[in-house]
């Protein structure tokens, strides 16, 4: 087992990425706290990895909240006495070309995306210091790396992740404490629903393997991060998007 008791706070576990993530956490040993805005699939999945036998909690927040976040991460750290991993999983769009894209649509991606991911780190970071070792784990995107047409907040917030993760990284690091990102191509989640069929048939033309990316293809990505196996990767942004051409 790759994370034999270790402790993982990932956000946006209900659903998605963070879903298959948490059971892959678990699956490897971890004791998972999940935690995310939806209530009902939160409580669901932590039931069904409960009964799988993993060590798991839902926590309700918004990563938005500062306060909510910083009570919650006292509730993790009361529940499960440390916490050696996070995952900064959260995401949301709100895609409109730059002409018409409203300013609180633009916003409220900035906070879920970029605020939340200082939120979530900042409130989590004392107690990987006070061990000397943890691994941060932020979810880029390859928007941010790259731009994408009709992605301006989205893109400006992913590309902003990279740069608190570098920075932190170099922060960080002589405390014991990796930080990487993780920049997924298009994977098939909820999040690409709102794309048209025709452009993910040409976006999966632009994918050596013609096909678009799993929830497990970044999970294994995360666990990769999260495992000791990367000890010494640091501030790098890892892409698992297939090698599509960009
Ligand atoms: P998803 O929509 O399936 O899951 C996102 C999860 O985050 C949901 O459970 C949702 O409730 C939770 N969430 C949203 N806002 C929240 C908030 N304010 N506080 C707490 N939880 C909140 O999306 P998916 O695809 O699993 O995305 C996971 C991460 O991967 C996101 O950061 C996303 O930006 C990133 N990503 C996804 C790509 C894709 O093609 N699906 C591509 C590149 C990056």
Redesign the pocket.
């Known amino acids: 087992m790759r994370l034999l008791d270790k402790t993982v706070v990932i ?9 298959v993530a948490a059971a892959l956490f678990g699956k490897q040993g971890a004791q998972v706290a999940i ?4 209530v009902h ?2 409580e669901a999945k932590a039931q069904e990895l409960h009964a799988t036998g993993v060590e798991v909690a839902f926590f309700q ?5 500062n306060d909510r976040v910083k009570e919650v991460a006292n509730q993790v750290i009361e529940k499960f006495g440390k916490v050696d991993i996070l995952v ?6 709100k895609d409109a070309m730059l002409v018409k894209l409203d300013a609180a649509d633009f916003k409220q991606v900035i ?3 970029l605020t ?1 991911v200082f939120n979530c780190t900042q409130a989590f970071l004392p107690a990987m210091l006070a061990q000397g070792k943890g691994k941060i784990i932020n ?5 941010g790396t790259g731009g994408n047409v009709g992605q301006t907040n ?1 893109a400006a917030s ?1 590309a902003g992740v990279i740069g608190m993760t570098k920075t932190w990284a170099k922060e960080f690091g002589r405390k014991g404490i990796n930080v990487n990102a993780v ?10 629903h709102t794309i048209p069929d025709k452009v993910l048939e040409q976006i999966k033309l632009l994918t050596p393997y013609s096909r ?2 799993t ?1 497990e293809d ?1 999970a294994n990505a995360y666990l990769f991060l999260a495992s000791e196996e990367s000890d010494f990767i640091n501030g790098t942004v890892l892409e698992v998007d297939g090698g599509m051409l960009k």
């Open positions: 956000t946006g576990g209900a659903n998605g990425i963070g879903a935690l995310d805005f939806d699939a939160g927040v918004d990563v938005a909240d900064n999983n959260a995401g949301i769009t906070d879920v995306n939340g979810t880029s995107s390859i928007a989205y992913k920049a997924p191509g298009f994977i098939e989640t909820n999040m690409i678009l990316g929830p970044v």
